[in-house]
């Protein structure tokens, strides 16, 4: 098993290109199962800087199916991973442990799981300035725990909460809130 070195690149357009491969794999496998599939995390926002990893939210009606879709993932290259602290969510890679490629996340669709991520990400997207300050802050946590990948994703924490707290002001004031995505 290769060791998980927290190591940002660039951002790079390509990324958006293997998005949309790994979402049509995903929906070939997957089919009516899915209600929906996001692009997420860092490598959804243009000139972030990121760990080059596809991070893909997939979102479904009941998060208690997705056993039937270990196997038709399984097919497409994604190994299902159990993390119990991900309570309502689900997590797959591609790849192995410390090389991988894309991460799947499937969440009930418009659960507040799915709300959550896709606030954090538009925000970033509509707000340079905060996008800004998280490029700044994953590269000070990027230097300070580079073979310690679990606090580095720990550390960020408070400031994802933050920007998710203001984004959710901002719907309640009509900011965000032209996105059909929002229902809060």
């Known amino acids: 098993m290769k060791e998980s070195i927290v190591k940002l690149s660039d951002y790079n ?60 993932l399984r097919n497409i290259e994604y190994e299902y991973v159990p993390k119990p602290e991900f309570k309502d969510r689900r997590f797959f890679r591609k790849g192995a442990c410390g090389q991988g490629t894309s991460h ?16 954090f990400r538009d925000y970033l997207r509509l707000y340079p300035q905060a996008a800004e300050k998280y490029a700044s802050l994953k590269e000070a946590l990027a230097s300070k725990f580079q073979f310690d990948r679990p606090n580095y994703t720990k550390n960020k924490e408070p400031f994802i909460r933050t920007i998710i707290e203001q984004a959710k002001k901002d719907i309640s004031t009509n900011i965000l809130a032209e996105s059909p995505k929002y229902l809060i």
């Open 13 to 72: 357009p390509e990324w958006k290109i293997q998005f949309e491969d790994e979402k049509r794999k995903i929906l070939e496998a997957l089919g009516a199962k899915v209600v929906e599939i996001e692009h997420i995390g860092s490598t959804s926002i243009k000139g972030l800087k990121a760990k080059p990893i596809i991070d893909i939210m997939c979102g479904v009606q009941d998060l208690g199916e997705v056993s039937y879709l270990v196997n038709p």
């Open 104 to 119: 799947l996340h499937i969440c009930e669709w418009n659960s507040s799981e799915w709300i959550e991520k896709i606030l």
